[in-house]
């Protein structure tokens, strides 16, 4: 059985019809119309965005749409439980709060340290003495 890439690839090729025609017609952007017959995927972040659009450009072929839709999800199905994603890296949130709660206590302490002392005891007052000359 044919996938659903191939189908419309196929089905479109015979028809001599070019993905710009498609475009055109359908308002569909060109790097998501490759995106469906196979041709890229680079450009697209799930899978999943193709959906609408495939059934658009399947009705355009004269192809069943929701059919179209159906087996594109199957397939996509397949394809996660055939190649499993690597597991992710735990997270580790409590060494996180460490480097923050650190961070903070150095900012406070840095501030303690070059923060203006206030005169104690309301207004501050400084004695000045007089010069005195020197002995000629």
């Known amino acids: 059985m044919t996938s659903v890439r191939e189908t419309l690839r196929n089905t479109r090729e015979t028809r001599q019809i070019s993905l710009e025609q ?17 041709r890229t995927s680079k450009l697209i972040a799930d899978e999943f965005y193709l959906v609408p659009f495939l059934r658009r450009y399947g009705d355009f072929l004269d ?12 397939e996509s199905a397949r394809n996660e439980t055939a190649s499993p994603r690597p597991a992710a890296a735990p997270d580790r949130p409590a060494r996180r709060w ?11 302490a840095a501030l303690w340290v070059l923060w203006p002392s206030a ?7 400084i004695a000045v003495t007089p010069a005195t000359e020197a002995p000629k």
């Not at 569909?28 to 196979?38: C, R, T, V």
């Not at 192809?63 to 199957?74: E, P, S, T, Y």
């Not at 460490?98 to 406070?108: H, K, M, N, P, S």
């Open 63 to 74: 192809l069943d749409g929701a059919n179209l839709v159906a087996r594109f999800l199957a």
């Open 119 to 125: 005169p104690q005891g309301g207004s501050a007052s």
């Open 98 to 108: 460490i480097w923050i709660a650190v961070l903070v206590l150095l900012a406070v």
């Open 22 to 38: 498609v475009q055109g017609e359908l308002g569909i952007p060109l790097h998501y119309l490759e995106a469906m017959e196979g």
